[in-house]
């Protein structure tokens, strides 16, 4: 796969922390109710924290109680991408950005949330960072 935003591995390992890599470049997950964008009621657009693209807004930011930001639809369709994942003994789909690749989290549909479009997308706080403002 090719993405617009493209560095060596020992960039990305420089730009970002151990934290950061391990979610955004290794597919990990951060420990459930610990990130910064769990529970924030800010206005604004959350952006990738790797490469800056412009991922979720704060409109479409909803309360899960799952442990993690909870959206219910990107700010654009084609601003994230979205890959089989079979890990974990289990079938997922994986979100990540379309800019640069870095593995966001996962959607998942049909849980019964009253959201216009029935998908939670569970997103990990420390794979985005938040543009305070309208969103």
């Known amino acids: 796969m090719s993405y617009e935003v493209e560095k060596p591995d020992e960039q990305w390992r420089a730009e970002l922390s151990p934290a950061e890599y391990k979610v955004l470049r290794e597919a990990g997950t951060e420990p459930a109710f610990t990130g910064e964008y769990t529970d924030t009621k800010a206005t604004g657009v959350y952006s990738c924290r790797a490469c800056g693209a412009e991922l979720f807004t704060s409109t479409e930011k909803f309360e899960s109680h799952c442990g993690w930001p909870s959206f219910y639809d990107p ?61």
């Open 75 to 135: 700010k654009d369709t084609d601003a994230v991408e979205l890959i089989e994942d079979r890990s974990h003994g289990m079938l997922r789909t994986e979100v990540r950005c379309a800019r640069c690749g870095s593995h966001l989290g996962h959607v998942f549909e049909g849980e019964g949330y009253a959201t216009p479009t029935d998908q939670r997308y569970c997103i990990n706080s420390i794979s985005l960072r938040l543009e305070p403002g309208e969103g």
